[in-house]
């Protein structure tokens, strides 16, 4: 069955770093356009970062633009999100799906991000 498995979430402390990784397994992966969603406490869950199947064109959310980058390992069936200077507002459960995801498939548990000082 399919399955998103994110790591790498954590507490950072405004203008730190992290990257995520979502390790996709039960469908074609490398087919795949991906993308990275994420819902802060109260809202809903919204799209942050998208993929083409090679990685050779992305988007993202206006938020982001400059201080993420998305990009993919097709050989390891793995989603990264590389996060820089963090902001407060960018705290949330951030998940990786397909950039079209199918509602009969669950979302992972998703990784926490908390950017406090």
């Known amino acids: 069955q399919v399955q998103f498995v994110e790591s790498g979430g954590g507490v950072v402390q405004p203008g730190g770093s992290l990257r995520l990784s979502c390790a996709a397994s039960?469908?074609?992966?490398?087919?795949?356009?991906m993308a990275w969603y994420r819902q802060a406490p109260g809202k809903e869950r919204g799209l942050v970062a998208r993929i083409t199947s090679a990685g050779g064109i992305t988007g993202y959310t206006d938020s982001v633009k400059g201080r993420f980058t998305i990009s993919r390992d097709n050989a390891k069936n793995t989603l990264y999100l590389q996060m820089n200077s963090l902001k407060p507002e960018d705290t949330a459960v951030y998940y990786c799906?397909?950039?079209?995801?199918?509602?009969?498939?669950?979302w992972g548990q998703g990784t926490q991000v908390t950017v406090s000082s």
């Open positions: 039960g469908f074609t992966f490398s087919s795949s356009a």
């Open positions: 799906n397909l950039r079209k995801p199918d509602p009969r498939t669950p």
